[in-house]
């Protein structure tokens, strides 16, 4: 197994330890700073993984189902958490899931079609504003400057996430179409 594999699994190991430290009662005070720490490291795994195995040419079908399987699960996860904590309207959380569960099943049907669908910059900024955002509110640093930037995140990560799906169905509609 490669080294972007690697990263792309160790991503997948940090959620159930972001997880506990945000959430576990006995944390209260510093477990999310333990947690902010964790999502950061996982998140900039995200960011290695794919720019080594582009540069060092280890690009692998796993990888290729995996990486952006990884990055789902810990934004999800963090989302999921933050309703949890009050600090994220849930109606935002299934919007923004929604996309990725609309954008997954696009994938699915261009592949039994033989159509690769590579990511796009919309989707590349709306990742890296859900990773702001979450990252912001699992810091939850109680003063009005963060809280005011936690919102304008969150409604960034929110309209990106909207863009990026009508930009993704619109240049890939023709997927949908009966293949014979």
Avoid at 15 to 32: A, D, K, M, T, W
Avoid at 161 to 173: A, E, R
């Amino acid at each position: 197994m490669n080294l972007p594999n690697k990263l792309t699994i160790f991503r997948v190991v940090l959620i159930p330890f972001f997880v506990f430290f945000l959430l576990y009662p006995g944390f209260e005070g510093y477990g999310n700073y333990i947690a902010t720490v964790i999502f950061i490291g996982a998140s900039l795994t995200d960011f290695a993984d794919g720019k080594i195995a582009r540069k060092y040419n280890l690009v692998t079908n796993f990888g290729k189902f995996m990486d952006p399987l990884a990055d789902k699960l810990l934004v999800c996860a963090a989302m999921i958490c933050l309703i949890e904590t009050g600090q994220l309207a849930s109606w935002i959380v299934i919007v923004i899931i929604s996309r990725e569960f609309i954008i997954s099943g696009f994938r699915l049907v261009a592949s039994d079609n033989g159509v690769v669908i590579a990511a796009n910059y919309w989707g590349k900024f709306k990742t890296t504003f859900q990773m702001l955002m979450i990252i912001v509110l699992v810091l939850d640093i109680n003063h009005p400057v963060f809280d005011l930037l936690g919102v304008v995140l969150t409604y960034i990560a929110l309209l990106l996430t909207i863009i990026s799906l009508v930009d993704y169905v619109w240049k890939n509609k023709d997927v949908l179409k009966e293949q014979k």
